[in-house]
């Protein structure tokens, strides 16, 4: 039996982008101004294909701010770098 694909998994939680804040409250979204095309570049640029293929299936422009962003368009920029 083949698990080599057991050490290639990755969590995705419905609480990325999010932090709890003091006196702010939980799972508050992290409100950093910062492009998408900023955000793991050496992973990116290591694979650009990839990035450029998830980008056109998922709809993200790579100029969309972390700040600005819906639930769901952070959804899909984790999906993205995941």
């Known amino acids: 039996r083949d698990t080599k694909l057991n050490f ?3 969590y995705l939680d419905c609480d990325w982008g ?5 006196f702010a409250g939980a ?3 992290l ?3 910062i ?3 900023k955000m793991m570049e050496k992973l990116q640029n290591s694979y650009p294909e990839r990035r450029d293929e998830l ?3 998922l709809g993200i422009d790579l100029n969309w701010r972390m700040h600005q962003l819906s639930d769901g368009q952070r959804r899909r920029v ?3 770098l995941g």
């Open 18 to 22: 999010m932090r709890t804040v003091a």
């Open 55 to 57: 980008v056109e299936m």
């Open 35 to 37: 492009p998408v095309h």
């Open 27 to 29: 799972g508050v979204p």
């Open 78 to 80: 984790q999906l993205l």
């Open 8 to 10: 290639h998994r990755a």
């Open 31 to 33: 409100m950093a101004d």
